[in-house]
């Protein structure tokens, strides 16, 4: 489920900014099937955004894990 949602929102990250990319043709660009432009614009632009936001994300929550777990806090159990 978690996969899932975290799948669904870089899609969506992909598909909304400045130019509009329709989800199918975001799935075509990351399959290198759509036209140039929307490849160059989900591929060099869009995608690696949303991964490092991904990322970021990650390393927030386990930083928080980490922090809880340092400071034995009972709320974080």
Known sequence: MTL???LGSI???CAVGAVHVPPGDVFDALRD???PVTRQIVW???FPRAL???LVGMNLGIAGVLLQGI???PLGD
């Open 71 to 73: 400071t034995r806090n």
């Open 52 to 54: 490092v936001a991904a």
């Open 4 to 6: 899932a949602l975290l």
């Open 33 to 35: 099937r759509s036209d």
């Open 44 to 46: 060099q632009i869009r």
């Open 11 to 13: 899609v969506f990250a």
